[in-house]
């Protein structure tokens, strides 16, 4: 009876260790989990400020104010999402980088309107991203995504410049910025965070433009 005893004790400890270790395990990730979040947010911000100063730099010099959102937006590319536009179809691994470095490089050099590149958080505030798949919640498409139109979740890049007397100001802006990584409803309560940079440089352009 004693050693019987024993035995039971012995069984039920290994379940309480069983099931301690999961719960541990829950923690873990969660924790793990909320701290990427907290760094993939940390390296945006960090980007999206460089971003605008590389906005600024651009109206400093008499660019217009198109071609310097074009700069930010290049700039933010390595934090937006994957591209969109154009397919980069079979591509993959460093393949698929060239290409889309070399996409990017075309989208520099190219005039108002004559090549077109887009990630998923470039979509136009006005518009739904309409490709294949939705690029932040893994939703097959039909003409639209459903779950992006239910919630008001329109994922975009916005700007404001100005480069008037002495100063030039650029501020760059990801709205409604997706947080896509897992648990992060339970970690933040929210599906997706404005993140916005904003710089100042002397207006060199007004010594050397009327």
């Not at 929210?190 to 010594?207: F, K, M, P, V």
Request: glycine fraction near 10%; charged fraction near 20%; charge should be negative.
């Amino acid at each position: 009876m004693r050693g019987g005893n024993t035995y039971a004790q012995r069984k039920g400890e290994h379940g309480s260790a069983i099931l301690e270790s999961f719960l541990s395990m829950i923690l873990l990730g969660m924790i793990l989990f909320g701290v990427l979040q907290l760094f993939q947010l940390i390296v945006t911000d960090m980007v999206t400020d460089y971003a605008a100063f590389r906005g600024a730099r651009s109206a400093s010099v008499g660019f217009k104010d198109e071609y310097a959102f074009r700069e930010a937006l290049i700039k933010v590319a390595p934090v937006s999402g994957p591209m969109i536009t154009p397919d980069l179809g079979g591509y993959v691994g460093w393949a698929g980088l060239e290409t889309e470095k070399s996409l990017l490089k075309d989208f520099k050099q190219a005039g108002e309107d004559d090549f077109v590149v887009e990630y998923a958080n470039w979509v136009g505030e006005d518009r739904y991203h309409m490709n294949d798949k939705c690029p932040h919640y893994g939703e097959f498409l039909f003409g639209g995504c459903s779950i992006c139109t239910r919630n008001r979740k329109t994922h975009y890049a916005n700007y404001s410049a100005q480069a008037a007397g002495e100063i030039a100001h650029f501020r760059f802006e990801f709205v409604n910025y997706p947080l896509n990584l897992p648990l992060h409803n339970w970690l933040t309560g929210r599906e997706s965070i404005d993140i916005s940079g904003e710089a100042e440089l002397t207006n060199h352009s007004a010594a050397f433009l009327e």
